[in-house]
């Protein structure tokens, strides 16, 4: 009933309004969040790695119960201030789940540095999923994102080329201070964000490797049944077969010249034979540069 009535909202009403009845929504989560269930599963990035369509298929599973309001809370990132309370107003009613899981998609959780410590302290029984993609598309994917949402005025090469001058220190700050945030280290990340196997490790530390799900995006996409069906084995799901497999929230773009992406692949070299022992074999974009 709630997906149907927040779905309704978004299609209908204009943004101010819409603004509005999200804040109600949230205002009914906060006082009755004691009869919430926190998730079970959380998505926690790649960003720009098909994580929006992992979530709409975890969406259409029987056995899961997708956030009420969006499908992120940032809450374990930015949003950790808010408390617990808030985090909760999020999720379904425990009578209304009925026996199903709840989860979330907030794609910054993968690269903030506190984020796995804080969902190992607060959701023990969590499992966490991570999407990773081709470090170097996904890099000029986001930059299209962040330009599009006017979060970055530099041309691609150039906001590359500065990245380290831009977020210099930021990881370190945030590592230290809880209450700190970035909108440098949240936006302007592009190769940091896709240096998978640190990031990755993080959460395999603080969680345990058996509570830890690594799914190549680009081999969902190539067969997006078989690697999905796996993903719901490994999570401890009932099969469930979905009816279609889109590459939503996608942003397309004219191809980077040759000599940028070669540059860059080499950037991604030791980060990526690392990513082989998450993945258990090669990634698959390294796997077709060697085809």
């Given amino acids: 009933m709630m997906r149907r009535i927040v779905g309704h909202i978004r299609r209908h009403l204009p943004p101010p309004l819409r603004r509005a009845a999200r804040s109600g929504l949230l205002a009914w989560g906060w006082l009755t969040?004691?009869?919430?269930?926190?998730?079970?599963?959380?998505?926690?990035?790649?960003?720009r790695a098909g994580t929006t369509t992992l979530f709409r298929l975890l969406s259409e599973h029987p056995a899961l119960c997708r956030p009420t309001v969006d499908k992120g809370t940032g809450y374990f990132d930015d949003?950790?201030?808010?408390?617990?309370?808030?985090?909760?107003?999020?999720?379904?009613?425990?009578?209304?789940?009925?026996?199903?899981?709840?989860?979330?998609?907030?794609?910054?959780?993968?690269?903030?540095?506190?984020?796995?410590?804080?969902i190992a302290r607060d959701l023990p029984g969590c499992q966490v999923v991570v999407m990773v993609r081709d470090p170097v598309l996904?890099?000029?994917?986001?930059?299209?994102?962040?330009?599009?949402?006017?979060?970055?005025?530099?041309?691609?090469?150039?906001?590359?080329?500065?990245?380290?001058?831009?977020?210099?220190g930021l990881t370190e700050l945030l590592a230290a201070d809880p209450r700190a945030v970035s909108f440098a280290h949240r936006h302007h990340a592009y190769l940091q964000r896709g240096e998978y196997a640190a990031q990755i490790r993080r959460y395999v530390e603080a969680l345990g490797p058996e509570r830890v799900?690594?799914?190549?995006?680009?081999?969902?996409?190539?067969?997006?049944?078989?690697?999905?069906?796996?993903?719901?084995?490994?999570?401890?799901?009932?099969?469930?077969?979905?009816?279609?497999?889109?590459?939503?929230?996608?942003?397309?773009?004219?191809?980077?010249r040759p000599d940028l992406a070669a540059r860059l692949r080499r950037h991604f070299d030791r980060s990526d034979a690392a990513l082989a022992d998450y993945l258990g074999g090669s990634p698959s974009w390294r796997e077709e540069s060697l085809s």
């Fill in 33 to 47: 969040a004691d009869l919430r269930q926190e998730p079970g599963i959380v998505v926690v990035g790649a960003q």
């Fill in 138 to 168: 996904r890099a000029y994917s986001a930059h299209r994102h962040e330009s599009a949402r006017g979060f970055d005025a530099l041309p691609f090469e150039e906001a590359v080329d500065r990245e380290a001058e831009r977020t210099r």
């Fill in 213 to 256: 799900h690594v799914v190549d995006a680009d081999a969902l996409f190539a067969d997006p049944v078989a690697v999905y069906l796996d993903l719901q084995r490994r999570l401890g799901l009932p099969r469930h077969r979905p009816a279609e497999v889109g590459r939503w929230n996608e942003r397309p773009g004219t191809p980077l």
């Fill in 79 to 118: 949003g950790y201030r808010h408390g617990r309370r808030w985090y909760r107003a999020h999720f379904p009613l425990r009578w209304t789940a009925r026996g199903r899981v709840s989860f979330e998609c907030s794609g910054y959780y993968l690269f903030h540095p506190l984020a796995a410590d804080r």
